[in-house]
């Protein structure tokens, strides 16, 4: 492989759309290669805000702002997919490199595009149909086309499950069918949820983590603890690898493409949905593999190789989420308990104030065993508390 037309250059201007905790990860990883980052977000006190080299006060989803910020920057990246794609489309006209590609951010962003592209693709994925909103779903229903249970889910703006909603029951109909414009999914017999997450840069290289296996929080819907490597046997992990590698060679997009996926009981591999950007199945890697996703990520956006994707040692990643009863300044209770522990690894996001089940930081557990590790992160997750 030849880097011929690749420059390593510190100085560059790397602006990063969305200044959250990926954003912060990723100005993090940034700062060890000495690259410039800029945020675009509403406020300095953002989690990104404190750790980029600049932060520029704006509104991703607002052309003009988008457009002001990036005709500064080298490299324009996002950490969160609901921007405005027009400024990125005209950006790249300009002659700036945009990454992920905002074509493929238009198709990913719309879920039901999305899914179109995976049945275009002949990518597995969950049979589906797209409605103009719930009321056309609704008599979908009651004409017999579609029959419970099945996955409703909205197709902008959702995240973290909250545009999804699983109708098992005449009763979940009236309450909890979404607004607007949607699609409806078969419920898949799932086996296990499995997250990959791929790398690409412009010379078409790709690498690729190995699986995680996501366990979900029964509440919230949020993933809550992540296991890597995934409980899948040898055959299926290799059959996930090679999807994800299909994927982010079809969506033609250079950074990371987390890919999340669907082991049914039958033992077919089905695609759920993906995000191009650095992703929360990723963040153990900072911790127990070679490269982290977020390092990966500037490698892939900036051309530069990829860094190997070997696990050095198992993980469990617990997302730290504010507990159910408290609303206010955040306190961390039982760290000190935690850290005694060897391979606990603690990142806090910086976010002022908690609520019930915000995402406030992780904790990534490491050990010789996947065993060991989750027997210290059962652990750390009954003492490891964020209240106010
Ligand atoms: N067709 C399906 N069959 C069974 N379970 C499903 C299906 N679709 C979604 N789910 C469940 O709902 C969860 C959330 O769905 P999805 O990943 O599409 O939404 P999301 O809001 O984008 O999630 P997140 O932001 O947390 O990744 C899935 O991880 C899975 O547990
Ligand atoms: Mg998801």
């Keep these: 492989m030849h880097y011929l037309c690749t420059m390593f250059d510190t100085t560059q201007k790397i602006g990063i759309l969305g200044g959250g905790q990926l954003g912060k990860m990723l100005c993090l990883a940034a700062a060890n290669f000495d690259f410039k980052t800029y945020i675009l977000d509403a406020q300095p006190d953002f989690p990104a805000g404190k750790v980029c080299t600049q932060f520029i006060p704006g509104n991703f989803n607002d052309y003009d702002d988008v457009m002001a910020f990036g005709r500064e920057m080298d490299i324009i990246t996002i950490e969160i997919e609901h921007v405005n794609t027009q400024a990125l489309h005209d950006l790249e006209k300009m002659g700036k490199t945009v990454h992920p590609a905002p074509r493929a951010l238009d198709l990913i962003k719309d879920k039901g595009l999305q899914k179109e592209f995976y049945h275009t693709h002949a990518i597995p994925t969950a049979d589906f149909e797209l409605f103009e909103d719930e009321q056309a779903l609704l008599e979908a229903v009651q004409n017999g086309r579609w029959k419970l249970p099945f996955v409703q889910k909205t197709r902008s703006a959702g995240y ?47 690498a690729i983590f190995p699986a995680v296996e996501m366990d979900f929080h029964p509440e919230a819907n949020l993933v809550e603890m992540l296991l890597c490597p995934a409980a899948i046997s040898p055959l299926v992990a290799a059959q996930a690898e090679a999807l994800a590698e299909q994927v982010i060679r079809q969506f033609d997009l250079c950074g990371l493409l987390a890919v999340e996926m669907f082991l049914t009981v039958e033992g077919d591999l089905l695609v759920n949905e993906v995000a191009p950007r650095p992703h929360n199945s990723g963040h153990h890697t900072i911790d127990s593999a070679i490269t982290s996703q977020y390092e990966q990520h500037l490698r892939a956006i900036c051309n530069l190789p990829l860094g190997a994707t070997d696990q050095i040692q198992p993980a469990v990643m617990l997302n730290l989420l504010g507990a159910a009863d ?9 760290v000190e308990a935690c850290l005694a522990l060897p391979g606990v690894h603690l990142h806090l996001y910086s976010k002022a104030l908690t609520s019930p089940f915000r995402k406030m930081g992780h904790v990534t557990i490491t050990a010789p065993t996947l065993e060991l590790a989750k027997e210290r992160a059962e652990f750390v997750k009954n003492n490891l508390k964020v209240i106010a």
């Design 160 to 206: 973290d499950g909250k545009g999804v909603s699983i109708l098992r029951n005449a009763a979940d109909l009236e309450q909890k069918l979404l607004k607007g414009p949607c699609l409806a999914e078969k419920l898949v017999p799932v086996q296990t949820e499995i997250a990959v997450i791929a790398a690409r840069n412009a010379q078409d290289e790709v």
């Design 326 to 334: 408290f609303k206010g300044p955040a306190k961390y209770e039982g």
